[in-house]
């Protein structure tokens, strides 16, 4: 198995894969902040002892299999292009903040991408689980199962008062970051995103755009966290997390029966003009992409668009990004080349289903 394996195709197989109530959540994250007791936190520590981190993961761990998550893939940063890395974080197997220290961080990722574990980010270790849908509390079992195989080698730095210990406070405790990524175009529409995003965040959450923090919500698509890890348990946060997540869905499918009741011909309009607008345009940037990408989808979750499967707009969605644009390109591309390499992309994308 080599890198190709997992930039060659946009979508990572369990996107393939139907989950529950995945109209509108499209998939369910747990991450774990790990660090060794022995060796000093990536923030303040030298390339010596780095080393040691990547070393050790890449001798234990590497080509090694747990349960359904085989072979995993050993990958250091240093060894891989600046387009190649673009599209592990366009994929979400890795983070931006991974590639700053490209001369001594790594990866471990599974054959099915559904496990990605970045060595010396901000922690020496951050391991994430990906589940299609909405299915918190599976993935955070099978986390705590990968959690356990790993500590078989690795002693944690744990503490019995503060408990897992990281380079950020904010991350302490349990060491774990919950989220759903949700498609939420009813909300937008309607206007009610702007009046629930601030109460979300009153209760202790955190929504972000596609990308994480800092990142906008392009398409109608929010990630949505726990911002506390000390004081509660897993489980605990994970059901406060369920408990507000399944009031989003709610809020969501009422938009769009609302939506579809009073101003149908309006809504209709307005999918199959961004229907359209991926057939036929020659130059289309990211963030329309984004946009239309967005609307087709809810056309396809209400009906109104059969010819096409959602998972072909999941694809499009990665596959139009900056990185993967220039690897099909084979190369560096100016934006305004990127925008029509990416209107041709999708043209002929969509060309192939009809």
Known sequence: MSLNHFIDEALSPWMREEGPDSDIVMSSRIRLARNFSDVVFPIIADERELRRVTDFIGNEFADKSFKEYENFEYVQMANLSTIEKRMLIEKHLISPVLLKRTGTSAMLISENEQVSIMVNEEDHIRLQLYLPGFQLEETLNRAFELDDWLEQKIDYAYDEKWGYLSSCPTNAG?????????????????????????????????????????????????????????????????????????????????????????????????????????????????????????????????????????????????????????????????????????????????????
């Open 174 to 354: 349990t060491g774990m970051r919950a989220s759903v990524m949700m498609h939420l175009p009813g909300l937008v529409i309607t206007r009610q995103v702007n009046r629930l995003i601030p109460a979300i965040n009153q209760l202790g959450l955190v929504v972000r755009g596609l990308y994480g923090e800092g990142s906008e919500a392009r398409g109608n698509i929010f990630q949505i966290s726990n911002q506390i890890t000390m004081g509660k348990s897993e489980a605990d946060i994970v059901s406060d997390l369920e408990s507000i997540v399944r009031q989003l869905i709610d809020h969501e499918r009422k938009a769009r029966k609302h939506l579809q009741e009073q101003s149908g011909m309006r809504l209709e309009d307005r999918i199959f003009r961004s229907y359209g607008v991926l057939q036929h345009s020659r130059i289309l940037d990211s963030k329309e992409a984004a946009k239309c990408l967005s609307n087709v989808r809810l056309g396809i979750d209400l009906g109104i668009i059969k010819e096409i499967s959602g998972q072909i707009l999941n694809e499009l969605m990665i596959l139009t990004q900056p990185g993967f644009l220039q690897h099909y390109a084979d190369g560096v591309l100016a934006a305004e080349d990127r925008d029509v390499l990416r209107a041709t992309l999708v043209r002929e994308r969509l060309l192939m289903e009809n």
